[in-house]
Structure formats: structure tokens, C-alpha cells
């Protein structure tokens, strides 16, 4: 597919500055961001070619938002791709403007991006509402330049109704993350490698110390894990199943926190100085760890599928996690 993600990299490298991202942060609006991001086609990969999309695959697209991931794009451009495919695939008008993913109707749940959002699909548990981000009351988080936002309704979610995928928005949600983990894990390992070789402390580079050569490749190894388990979580397209994608997300929100935690230990102070790029990806890996689930939430889904079943587990795993 690297004809496919290397002209989208190019894009996101011009488009998606840090300077860009900090402006965005701050306050600054998105709307010319986000019009390059649509003008290129890119939103409509997940949709058919019957509707106008390319007709691309899950799996397709999933070096697209690990670049996302990996740019610390401000914007919700997985989301809004798959929001994009289930309303054409619904026959519903799909509005121009950045969509985000609620993934239950429990009010008060915390959805990243959502500051930068003009809709919501909303998942009630019995379908899917197309609504207004004004309509679910956004409130900031209040963490430091954080874009997520906490959704607040009374009633129902009114808008727009699309029928709702056999296991809900959740588990599509996990994927997304994982992808987006798994960009920024990429882009981490890389940084704390290239900073490792040229750190010169006691007249030599702090990359050839024992300790930290163990760091960096224990980082890399965690790197390409999320990765794999990324790829696992996509294969199945649209249709995500609730074990995929609790592999998926598992994995990556466990890795997310291993791998901001050891860029920064490479980096010492400097990476959590405000000047410095660091800080835009850990910071975005711990809001997509929460996200949709934590390690935590997916590990209980995984054990309970694992129990109810009486297979043997590498009977099971293979039947639930296709490769």
C-alpha cells in the first residue's frame, strides 16, 4: 500500500506542522486543516465505489491512520472515515465537517477530538443517531491542550437514525486506537533512537550504554507488537468483533505507557519542555489509551470470551483472532 500512504504522509508532513498542531491546541481553528484533509479524498477511502469512495478495506487503511497517529494529526480523520462508510453504506447524507464516535448512549463519556468536531455518531445500544456536537453539550476536560471532550445529553441523542453494526461502535473505536497507538509508538522509537545517537554526555553518544540500548530495544520490540496486533484488530474490516478488537486495544493501551515512558526516560527533561515534539505524541497515546476501553476494560472482555468458551486456547485463538 505505500502508494497509497506515501502521498498521504506527504500531505500530513506539509498540512500537520507541529507549529500547525500547537495552533490548533491553543485555539486556533482547524477548518483550513481540515479542507485540505477532505479535498484529497482521503475521508472517502472507506467508502464504496458504488457511493463515490474508493472502496477500500479496513485493513486498507490502516497504515493511513497509524500516520495520523504518528503526525499527532489534531483531527478525527479515522473516525471520520468510518463514519463516512457506515452512513453511505446506510444511504444517509454525510456532512462535510469532522465526525467523532461516541461509543455508548451513557452520557458523560470523554471522546477525543471532540472539541474539533461539528457531528457525533452516536451509538444507543439499538442503532446509530447522526447528531450535532452542540446538541451533547462538549465540556473541556481540562487537561493541559487536550482536544477531547466530554459529551453530556439528558435524553436520548436526537439526529439522524443509521442502522448500528452487529457489535456496536466500540469495538471499531478500539481498532481506530490501536492504529493510532501504534503511529505514534513507531514515531516514539524512532525519535528516542535517533536522540539516544546524538546525546554526547562523558564524550560519548548515551545510546552505546548498556541500560539503554536494553530500553531502546525492549521499546522496539513493544513497538512492533502494536503494530502486529493493530493489523489483527483491521483484518476483519468493518465488522469488528468484540475479541479482535479487545487483542487489538489490550495490547496497545498496555504498550502506549511502556513506550511514552521510555521516550521520555531517553529524553530526560526535555521531553516534556512545551518547544519540544515529544511531549504531542505521549501526551495523544495516553488520551488514546483511555480511550473506548483501557487494558484494563478489554483484558476482562478477552478473559470472559476465553472462559465461556470450552476450546482449547490455540484452538480458540485461532478461531478468534484470524490471521
Known sequence: MNELLEPFDRMLEALV??????????GASAVVMWRELAASGFLDALVDEQDGGAG????????????????????PVGETMVARALLARAGVAIPQGPIVLATSAVSGQIVPCAQVAEHVLVDTGSGLVLTGIGDLS??????????????VWTGPPVGLA??????????????????LISGAAARLTDMAARYANERVQFGKPIGRQQALQ?????????????RIASQLGCAGGLDVGATVAAVAKSTASAIAARVANTAHAVHGAIGISEEYDLQLLSRRMHE??????????????LGG?????PAGTVDWVRAQVPV
Open 17 to 26: 506542522t507541529p507549529a500547525a498542531v500547537r495552533a490548533v491546541e491553543g
Open 138 to 151: 462538549p465540556v473541556a476536560t481540562g487537561v493541559y491542550h487536550a482536544l477531547a471532550a466530554r459529551l
Open 305 to 309: 470470551a476465553r472462559l465461556a468458551d
Open 56 to 75: 477500500l478495506s479496513l485493513a486498507d487503511v490502516q497504515p493511513l491512520i497509524a500516520a495520523v497517529g504518528a503526525r499527532a494529526v489534531p483531527l
Open 288 to 301: 488514546w489509551r483511555a480511550a473506548d476501553g483501557s487494558e484494563g476494560y478489554w483484558n476482562t472482555v
Open 214 to 226: 536494553q530500553s531502546l530495544a525492549v521499546m522496539a520490540e513493544d513497538m512492533i507488537a502494536v
Open 162 to 179: 443509521l442502522p448500528r453494526p452487529a457489535q456496536g461502535l466500540r469495538p471499531i473505536a478500539a481498532v481506530l486506537r490501536a492504529a
